[in-house]
């Protein structure tokens, strides 16, 4: 199979799919500006065909007919929820149109697209209508679906919009996409045993995400109100407004009841905790449940051990869905998600970030700073959602012998 690759990343996920597919492929050519991107793709995969530097300056028409597959997804900021919302007039976003190009220059036969679900309404919903009729132009007859990773075996709640095109009408028909996946693994799963201390928030970080408000206020006297650690994330995660807001219970003391230290509280698992200490002391230190400042009806989400927290600007008090239950929220560009780990919180480390794309230990060799590797990770295409495609693209291919169609001998 002959593949090309564009806006292709460090990770380069179809790569690593058609990996662990065991299908025999050539990447004819991939594309990259990011120059830490590019040496990672370098040390997951090697050397491309040929590998372009700026998709502006990629004359594609040599190709012509060439490309078997064509996977690509154009820069999503412009079009996230996440962001000021330009769509395709943003400077990054606009970039769609560069690759669309390259595209109508080779005329692969088959092609991925993928983006952030915000692209369905950027611009009232203008920007999704010029990804489809550009397809539909160039003479694609094309399948979509918003997939989330969780629902394909990876424990991160990671919605995308993924569009399949032919140029085969057969091969448009008989393709369907994978079915939903019960979701076998947690968090827990992907964590490392033994993490550097300075993974784990400071001091600093701890006195920023507490709600200073709540922080000063005495407590009453059954204590039936904790302090809360403030956090957020962008848009994912729902909290119940009919749960019943439980009730703080201390029910004894590890030093001595008659010096009742705060530090040494314990509190029950059905209640509420205290707030997390700089330390890892107090209620949340004991029992490993935290209130999480959150704009619902209750105004908190509570988080305990192996949760994830997305602490990206902890001020804002307008923000919810921060706790993934059991799953990390979505990876972005920066990573800012902790997990509750052995009761104390950390964020999580690049490596664990690279499996919860869907990268196996084997393959995780990191050559970036930390800050360099959040980025590449929180901007690639999810492995095991990229996997269920591949794979649907080929029993399709197997069961009606379009492989000669897809040039694979």
């Known amino acids: 199979m002959k593949v090309a690759t564009a806006f292709s990343g460090g990770l380069a996920a179809c790569e690593f799919a058609l990996r662990y597919e065991d299908i025999e492929h050539q990447v004819v050519f991939a594309c990259e500006w990011d120059k830490y991107a590019r040496s990672q793709y370098l040390e997951f995969h090697g050397e491309p065909g040929i590998f372009y530097n700026d998709i502006s300056d990629l004359n594609a028409t040599k190709y012509k007919d060439e490309i078997d597959l064509f996977v690509w997804g154009s820069p999503c900021q412009d079009l996230s929820l996440a962001g000021k ?53 160039l003479g694609y007859l094309i399948a979509m679906k918003v997939l989330n990773a969780k629902e394909h075996g990876t424990a991160q709640n990671r919605e995308r919009v993924f569009v399949v095109g032919f140029l085969d009408e057969d091969a448009y028909h008989d393709f369907s996409f994978e079915d939903k996946v019960p979701l076998t693994k947690t968090l827990r799963d992907y964590l490392e045993d033994d993490v550097d201390e300075k993974y784990y928030l400071s001091q600093k970080m701890i006195d920023c995400l507490s709600n200073q408000k709540i922080d000063n206020a005495p407590h009453s006297k059954d204590d039936s109100h904790s302090k809360c650690l403030t956090a957020r994330y962008n848009k994912m995660g729902t909290t119940d407004p009919y749960i019943k807001e439980p009730i703080l219970k201390q029910v004894g003391n590890i030093y001595d009841n008659e010096h009742n230290s705060v530090a040494g509280r314990v509190y029950t698992d059905d209640g509420l905790a205290m707030c997390l200490s700089a330390n890892g002391g107090g209620g949340g230190g004991k029992t490993g449940l935290y209130q999480i400042k959150s704009a619902t009806k209750s105004g908190y989400e509570t988080a305990t051990q192996n949760d994830s927290i997305n602490f990206t600007h902890p001020n804002s008090g307008t923000r919810r869905g921060r706790v993934g239950k059991g799953v990390a929220q979505t990876l972005d560009c920066a990573c800012n998600q902790a997990v509750i780990d052995e009761y104390k919180i950390r964020r999580l480390t690049p490596s664990e970030c690279f499996r919860l794309q869907g990268i196996k230990d084997e393959d995780i060799n990191l050559i970036n700073s930390d800050t360099q590797s959040y980025r590449i990770a929180g901007n690639a295409i999810e492995v095991n959602t990229m996997r269920s495609i591949i794979r649907a693209l080929c029993k399709q291919q197997t069961q009606n012998n379009l492989f000669d169609f897809m040039g694979v001998a």
């Open 85 to 137: 919302r330009k769509g395709f007039d943003g400077a990054k976003s606009s970039l769609f149109r560069e690759g669309a190009r390259v595209m109508s220059e080779m005329m692969p036969k088959t092609f991925i697209f993928e983006n952030v679900k915000g692209l369905l309404s950027s611009n009232g919903g203008a920007d999704y209508k010029e990804v489809i009729k550009t397809f539909q132009d």
